[in-house]
């Protein structure tokens, strides 16, 4: 799976280099730095661990940010909130220097534009794909329910923050729906989200009004999803 996902990569191996991985068995620790990690292949190096039971949660969130920054970036934005939540969650990954612009005015994008919410798709199959493989399967530190639904949150709220209030209302519910669609319990989605709330409305005081109903409206988005499928 390794050798046939690099060749779509941006990286050019020569022969010599991808020989091991066509002709031998290559032990799990090289795979992981001789290839996964070289070539930005980020959901590999969370499969790898969780096959190896490697419990190294620094790598673990380390992973999780890349992989999901891949899905957004190159990106522009033309909210400062916006762009200063996408610099917070690239800090910690592998990414380096990471495209993230901020757009004066009317000036027009010439890429990827974060308020189309394209990546949202890009996002949700990724996490899917990947709980659907390691979440069940044994321990589960390779998916950490709350810090990924910290960082689906906080994708969501950026994305509430550019396109405003009205728009981002469609979204309530998003960050436990991918939770759920990749194999999260319901109950444990819940629990997440409430302890990722705590620590934030900790952080803040709660003294942002608009938030703290956003909180609520997602909590009943979350029990009346719950009820439906019980």
């Known amino acids: 799976r390794v050798l046939q996902t690099i060749s779509s990569t941006k990286y050019e191996l020569s022969s010599e280099d991808i020989r091991p991985l066509q002709f031998g068995l290559v032990g799990a620790n090289d795979l992981l730095n001789d290839f996964a990690i070289p070539c930005d292949m980020y959901e590999y190096c969370l499969l790898l661990l969780h096959a190896c039971k490697h419990q190294d949660v620094v790598h673990i969130h380390q992973f999780w940010k890349?992989?999901?920054?891949?899905?957004?970036?190159?990106?522009?934005?033309?909210?400062?909130q916006a762009y200063l939540s996408l610099r917070g969650l690239a800090e910690g990954s592998l990414l380096?220097?990471?495209?993230?612009?901020?757009?004066?005015?009317?000036?027009?994008?010439?890429?990827?534009?974060?308020?189309d919410g394209n990546w949202m798709k890009?996002?949700?199959?990724?996490?899917?794909?990947?709980?659907?493989?390691?979440?069940?399967?044994?321990?589960?530190?390779?998916?950490?329910?709350?810090f990924v639904t910290s960082c689906l949150e906080k994708l969501r709220c950026a994305y509430?923050?550019?396109?405003?209030?009205?728009?981002?209302?469609?979204?309530?519910?998003w960050t436990y729906?991918?939770?759920?669609?990749?194999?999260v319990e319901h109950v444990t989605a819940i629990r997440a989200y409430e302890q990722m709330v705590e620590k934030e409305n900790h952080s803040t005081m709660g003294t942002d009004p608009n938030?703290?109903?956003?909180?609520?409206?997602?909590?009943?988005?979350?029990?009346?999803?719950?009820?439906s499928a019980a």
């Open 96 to 115: 380096e220097n990471p495209t993230i612009v901020l757009l004066d005015g009317n000036e027009k994008a010439v890429g990827v534009l974060f308020e």
């Open 211 to 227: 938030r703290r109903l956003e909180q609520i409206q997602s909590v009943i988005y979350m029990l009346e999803a719950f009820d």
């Open 177 to 183: 729906s991918v939770l759920v669609s990749a194999g």
């Open 122 to 146: 890009a996002v949700e199959e990724t996490v899917v794909r990947l709980g659907s493989e390691v979440y069940g399967s044994g321990e589960n530190f390779a998916f950490p329910v709350e």
């Open 66 to 80: 890349s992989m999901l920054c891949e899905e957004i970036f190159p990106c522009y934005t033309r909210n400062e």
């Open 160 to 173: 509430v923050a550019a396109v405003g209030a009205l728009e981002g209302r469609r979204t309530i519910g």
